[in-house]
């Protein structure tokens, strides 16, 4: 009879979820799992650092809507990945975690890599298990899937013995669960819903806010955008969503409302998480007097941090669905042009310190008229690219000049505020749809995992780095000079500058790619032309003024209101 072990039972279980490609970096106790992957054609993705390879994993489902999955072998190789574990739960981004572990046999003789890694994941991960018997793999593994994307998507891990994986069964004594997990989100409550169009229905400044989990709720995304346009409703939509219910390019709406939530007297908000990201639900980042309807299919979510008015448990699209059709039964609404003549100057008054960074012309250059020129390029010879955002102020401002035309084209990190996810981010961007990366960071963020380059090379990535080179860690530093000057004019920095611009540019020349030096804004797009003619991952290590900081890094130093 026909045996096999826990290496290529993990692969079927994962193949039969869809999964195309998982992120790993071989070690001994998981090379089992990623020859059965192998074998069942699903694409093995090595990296050089284990928590790149959870960005990476991370990235993957952004663009995708589904789980990313990262391989880490015992040991040292779960611990590298703690972080990405933390940013991915902070955010709610459903990720897969398989980790090796020490033979069983060998517990409590200090075998090779035998830590607490279990304990370090079931700190950051959402569920997790240990599998101690290698038939129950596809058991397992559906569990994983299923709590990963339950309430608030998120992180979970399994852990796996090298002597329990090496186990074989026969074939058909294997158990395969079917039909495991919901594949839709749920519907509100028909009641509510009727409150919420009432409610809609009879506002004057209608907004809606999609929050970073909506991205996993998207089944009617369609019925979002139209729910938006019924309503002339300004849509704020934070990151990770951003793309998926609507092209900004195309549709203002989903451009001003960021402004228009400040001035709006109704508020939907759809899979949205209090942090402080969104002012933690409360003035002056959202109007006080609004009435506030809330979605989620987590419970726990709404009221947390501000009243719910309405609140309902559902998936963000679905419940959008719904109050559309039960809008569609009612009055005309209310909302009219001069409520989106508002919305707009709400929203330019916060966009300002953006626009008069873009028209910037000092030398050397804005680091907001960088990101302006890079956002420029973008809007005009390269659409499709992925723009991965990260750093500290670099981050900011080329998030705040990015337009997002699909699901997962402006990447960046959630509110734990993980600098150097960039590297990782662009692989799982390139990835999950093939598209070229335009990858912009600062000059402290870029060294955290450099050594992904040499993967981008060997895996044929398409990517051009940007780095706004300050020579410091330039949101620290600018935050302290402005929270302490006394201190800081008579003391000076503590571990808030790096070397004056160092030559980055020249580590392209390691793998034969096209590295320049720029300082000055004109030269910027050029630049780009011509590290993408050559059609090899391209640094472009750009001298940027030391002294302007982005309203984010205005807000953190407590010298302008959030």
Known sequence: MEKIDGGRLFAKALKREGVECVFTLSGGHIMPILYGCREEGIRVIDVRH????????????????????????????????????????????????????????????????????????????????????????????????????????????????????????????????????????????????????????????????????????????????????????????????????????????????????????????????????????????????????????????????????????????????????????????????????????????????????????????????VAAEVAKFISSEAKDWHVVCDGGDSASWIDGNSIARYPGQVIRYGPLGTIGTGQGYTLGAWAADGKPVLYYTGDGSIGFYAMEFETYVRNNIPVICVISNDSAWGMIKLSEEAKRPDYINKNGHLATTLSEMFPYERLAELWGGVGIKVNHYDDIIPAIRKVRASGKPGIINVEVDKTMMTPATAAFAGTKKK
């Not at 589904?66 to 991915?88: D, F, Q, S, Y």
């Not at 346009?229 to 609507?246: E, I, N, W």
């Not at 709006?264 to 933690?280: M, R």
Request: proline share 5%.
């Open 50 to 369: 284990e928590c790149s390879g959870g960005y990476a994993a991370e990235a993957y489902a952004k663009v995708t809507g589904r789980p990313g999955v990262l391989i880490t072998t015992a040991g040292p190789g779960i611990t590298n990945a703690t972080t990405a574990m933390a940013e991915a739960a902070e955010t709610g981004i459903p990720l897969i975690h398989i980790g090796g572990g020490s033979p069983l046999r060998e517990n409590d003789t200090g075998p090779l890599q035998n830590v607490d890694s279990f304990g370090a994941m079931s700190i950051f991960c959402k569920w997790s298990r240990r599998i101690f018997s290698s038939n129950r793999i596809p058991e397992y593994l559906s569990m994983a899937f299923r709590n990963a994307y339950n309430a608030t998507p998120g992180p979970v891990y399994l852990e796996i013995a090298a002597d329990v994986l090496n186990q074989s069964y026969e074939v058909d004594t294997i158990y395969w669960p079917n039909d495991y997990r919901a594949k839709t989100t749920a519907f509100g409550d028909p009641q509510l819903i009727e409150k919420a169009a009432d409610a809609l229905a009879a506002a004057k400044k209608p907004a809606m806010i999609i929050g970073e989990t909506a991205r996993f709720s998207s089944e009617y995304a369609r019925s979002v955008e139209e729910l938006a346009d019924y309503l002339k409703m300004p849509v704020f939509v934070q990151t990770t969503s951003r793309g998926v219910f609507a092209d900004e390019g195309e549709n203002e709406l989903f451009c001003i409302g960021d402004g228009a939530i400040r001035g709006a007297d109704v508020v939907l908000e759809l899979a949205v998480d209090h942090s402080y990201k969104i002012g933690k639900g409360k003035a002056p980042r959202i109007n006080a007097d609004a009435l506030r309807i809330m979605v989620h299919p987590d419970l726990t979510k709404i009221g947390y941090n501000a009243p719910a008015d309405i609140g309902i448990v559902a998936g963000a699209s679905a419940a959008a669905k719904q109050i559309l059709e039960a809008l569609k039964s009612r009055a005309e609404t209310k909302a009219t042009d001069a409520w989106l003549i508002e919305a707009r100057e709400l929203n330019r008054g916060l966009k300002e310190a953006f626009v008069s960074a873009a028209a910037s012309t000092i030398i050397p250059a804005h680091p907001g008229r």
